[in-house]
């Protein structure tokens, strides 16, 4: 008799571990599943990643392996919700799968082919998509309530100036000298300047940062990305800080929420944000939190004020500067896009934005615009 050929597939997401679905346990159940019921386990999948969409990067290698070895009879999962969190997407993968000749088993709840086994299904499969709601409901209920407490939700990453403090249940900000130090400077730079030149510019600032050697956040701590070399500070790092209210003494929980716009299917999932739509909220639903200040109120206003004024001032490009392939080109050296930049001579080019870091980061030539307009202009004509 032939032994029958099966795959396993375990799943948890990033709230999930702790609460008995690890990914060693769930595959320690498929394994003494599959030696109980004499199947030949082929490959193993593990994947990290929300069971509220279809599109998962294991999920469709899965499907892949099947297609690619056609031998397959089944998958074992370890319970309902480890499939899909949504009812109709556990009956869509099954139907799936099905058609390419794998039937479906679950370790925990062994449902029978028949109505009454179907059903029984359709109940666990509702019973767990209701659970993971009301978590999302308690989770978002907790988070208010700690704010609401007056304390803050940063994790491991609280706002460049501070560190946190944490004990259980409660997290709040205490100053950090050394970064406080810096933020203050960054103001003075950006409103004042630096003694030998007038306020300086943002880029201007970051520029400076980086030739005194003063180490970024990331260049601190492991768990916080960065791109670049020790000391090296970027423009949209130096923004944020100019932008952010927290140092004038409050910390605000709320200030965005997400939606659903029936754009989901189009979207990237992002971590812990889902495939909604991130949209902000009116500021009288924001939670406020007192923290230390770190620069007054009114030096804060004289910095958003300046943002306003350099806005009102910049006028974007001239109409005769317009660009055919502006923001529509990729490096694919580094991913960084290429903007159209005007020369004096009267030719204009297109140019690696990796090329304007503070430190640069691509050696990418730069194209003439008018040989690529002309050619992508002269394609679509052709083709359309």
Not at 228 to 241: C, D, E, P, R, Y
Request: net charge positive; proline share 3%.
């Amino acid at each position: 008799m032939k032994t029958k050929r099966a795959i396993i597939y375990v799943r948890v997401s990033n709230d999930e571990q702790t609460k008995g679905y690890s990914l060693k346990t769930q595959i320690e159940g498929c394994e003494n599943y599959a030696n109980e019921l004499g199947y030949s386990v082929v490959a193993t999948f593990q994947e990290d990643y929300t069971g509220t969409v279809l599109d998962r990067p294991t999920l469709n290698e899965v499907r892949q392996f099947i297609l690619d070895d056609k031998e397959i009879d089944a998958m074992i999962v370890y319970d309902l919700d480890r499939m899909a969190r949504r009812s109709v997407h556990q009956m869509i993968l099954e139907e799936e799968l099905l058609r390419l000749g794998v039937i479906v088993e679950y370790v925990i709840g062994r449902y029978e082919d028949s109505d009454e086994g179907r059903l029984q299904k359709q109940i666990r499969a509702s019973i767990a998509e209701y659970e993971k709601a009301k978590i999302l409901e308690r989770s978002k209920r907790g988070k208010r309530g700690k704010a609401k407490s007056g304390f803050v939700l940063v994790g491991s990453r609280p706002p460049y100036g501070y560190k946190s403090i944490s004990e259980p249940h409660k997290t709040w900000l205490v100053i950090d000298e050394d970064e406080a130090k810096v933020v203050k400077m960054v103001y003075d730079w950006f409103l004042i300047g630096d003694g030998d030149e007038n306020p300086l510019s943002i880029r201007a600032i970051a520029f400076k940062l980086t030739e005194l050697g003063i180490p970024t956040r990331g260049d601190k701590v492991k768990h916080v990305a960065k791109k670049f070399g020790h000391g090296v500070w970027q423009a949209a790092m130096v923004s944020h800080i100019l932008k952010n209210e927290t140092y004038t003494g409050t910390w605000h929980f709320g200030k965005t929420k997400m939606v659903n716009d029936g754009k989901e299917s189009t979207r990237k999932l992002k971590s812990k944000r889902g495939l909604g739509k991130q949209i902000s909220r009116s500021k009288d639903e924001w939670i406020s939190v007192p923290v230390p200040a770190i620069i007054d109120l009114i030096t804060f206003k004289l910095a958003q004020n300046r943002f306003e004024v350099n806005k009102a001032h910049s006028c974007g490009p001239k109409p005769e500067h317009q660009y055919l392939m502006g923001k529509r080109l990729k490096c694919n050296r580094y991913n960084y896009g290429y903007r159209g930049q005007y020369r004096r001579n009267g030719n204009w080019y297109y140019l690696c934005n990796g090329r304007r870091q503070v430190v640069s980061r691509c050696d990418m030539p730069s194209f003439s615009g008018r040989l690529v307009d002309e050619t992508v202009w002269d394609w679509v004509k052709t083709n359309y």
